[in-house]
């Protein structure tokens, strides 16, 4: 009978009647047992409050004893109509967005700190039915601290447990070894805290609705910043806010915010790195179930090739004249770009533009690609230093080690120095253009290759 949908009427009035019948006789006799009653609806004469909170200077819980958030002062789309701060109860007496409370005869007993606690007479608000409440924690400047979601008396009792602290952490060995300039490098993470892509700002990955940032000022110290972005704000116009001076430790950046301003969680996150407002690292967004959230950046190649001959010997011609490492990285000749005994997945490229200035590049090589055919992607401008060129690649982009390399140098397109491979367990390769290509059986016998 239970999964039948429609029931005739008569019968199920019987039914529930009989039902009810069976369940007073069982309260009747639960009490004659026991000697108390449990109430199934709201029968107490006081409010019993807890807010268990992670510290503030004012306590303060926002009463909707009407359940209409369009009567009293609009706070986290409640509408409060009696307040209670620290030991005192106000009656809402603003036009429904002013900030105006008229103070109440009724007597509270409070208890302040971190189980900050309020009891007093119901007949104080008059309310008839259980309604939201919000909680909310201020400083002694009284600046928020943290405000609660609304929540729900229960028989005109609550004891709600502030959420902990969101800790989110950035790990990048590479921005604290590298130089760092001040504004211009940066370590953040975009959150986007509604799980809604098509909301907030557009990082690629995810709609974020809030960024945290870290940057060093002209001064060396630290800052972190913190962004919001409204729905709509999907160019990520939004201006920061300064949060506080900060020492990162360990190579690790690590924001504390309320959860206030993240909300509950899961989110989803996008770290990303920064170099001269450059994004030259970013993780896959994630979403994580905690308020602790902690994401380390891969290691980094450091891949260098330092040749006097191509620096020195010669003018450089533009974009014709090169420095060019090829990588296995899959550490099989047989698959990718075929340059000597390698099969290259990948080439880091060098070149100068017709006014001089460095330039890098990074060709990605398909498994069949034997001829190297594959288009080249502009890395950035380089300028080079003791006649070296150092291309940092994310071992995201190419795998970790083992990787076989090749070094080459390119005079009018043209291969004239091809280096031995060169096999690494590290991330961090040099390799010198021999000076005396003269003595080595790599010779200045041109090897010309289609590129
Ligand atoms: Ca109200
Ligand atoms: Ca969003
Ligand atoms: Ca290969």
């Known amino acids: 009978m239970r999964t039948t949908r429609v029931l005739k009427g008569s019968i199920r009035s019987r039914r529930h009647h009989g039902k009810v019948m069976v369940r007073l006789l069982a309260l009747l006799i639960a009490v004659l047992l026991t000697g108390y009653v449990v109430h199934a609806s709201p029968l107490a004469t006081e409010y019993r409050l807890t807010f268990r909170n992670r510290g503030g200077a004012h306590w303060l819980a926002y009463l909707d004893t009407d359940g209409n958030a369009h009567t009293g002062y609009p706070i986290q789309s409640t509408g409060a109509d009696y307040l209670l701060l620290d030991d005192a109860l106000f009656r809402y007496s603003g036009d429904g967005s002013t900030w105006e409370w008229s103070p109440t005869a009724c007597i509270v007993s409070f208890q302040s700190g971190r189980v900050a606690s309020w009891q007093f007479a119901v007949s104080c608000t008059g309310a008839s039915t259980d309604h939201p409440v919000v909680f909310q924690s201020q400083n002694a400047s009284w600046a928020i601290v943290f405000t609660s979601p609304p929540l729900m008396t229960r028989n005109f009792a609550l004891d709600y447990q502030e959420p902990p602290l969101y800790s989110i952490a950035f790990t990048s060995h590479e921005f604290f070894t590298s130089t760092i300039d001040p504004f211009r490098d940066r370590l953040e993470v975009f959150i986007d805290t509604d799980q809604d892509p098509s909301t907030g700002c557009d990082t690629g990955k995810i709609g974020a609705e809030v960024l945290l940032s870290f940057y060093v000022d002209a001064d060396g110290q630290g800052h972190q910043e913190i962004y919001r972005y409204a729905a709509d704000d999907r160019s990520c116009s939004a201006t920061g806010e300064w949060l506080r001076v900060y020492s990162p430790k360990d190579d690790t950046v690590v924001w504390e915010i309320s959860s206030a301003i993240l909300r509950d969680p899961p989110n989803t996150y996008h770290f990303q790195r920064l170099d001269d407002w450059t994004v030259v690292y970013e993780s896959e967004a994630f979403a994580d179930p905690d308020h602790t959230v902690a994401h380390a950046e891969p ?153």
């Open 299 to 451: 290691p980094v190649y450091h891949i260098s090739l330092t040749s006097y001959p191509y620096f020195t010997l010669f003018p450089v011609d533009a974009f014709k004249d090169r420095l060019d490492v090829y990588i296995d990285a899959d550490l099989d000749p047989s698959t990718g770009c075929e340059v000597g005994t390698l099969g290259a997945e990948f080439r880091l490229s060098y070149y100068e533009d017709p006014d001089g200035r460095g330039q890098q590049e990074m060709y990605v090589y398909p498994s069949d690609d034997r001829t190297c055919t594959a288009s080249g992607q502009w890395l950035g401008e380089y300028t080079p230093q003791n006649n070296t060129v150092t291309w940092k690649v994310s071992s995201t982009l190419i795998g970790d080690p083992p990787k076989w390399f090749v070094f080459e140098r390119v005079n009018d397109w043209n291969v004239v120095y091809s280096s031995p491979e060169v096999q690494t367990d590290g991330y961090t390769v040099h390799f010198f253009e021999p000076t005396a290509p003269y003595f080595t059986h790599h010779a200045y016998v041109p090897v010309v290759r289609t590129r």
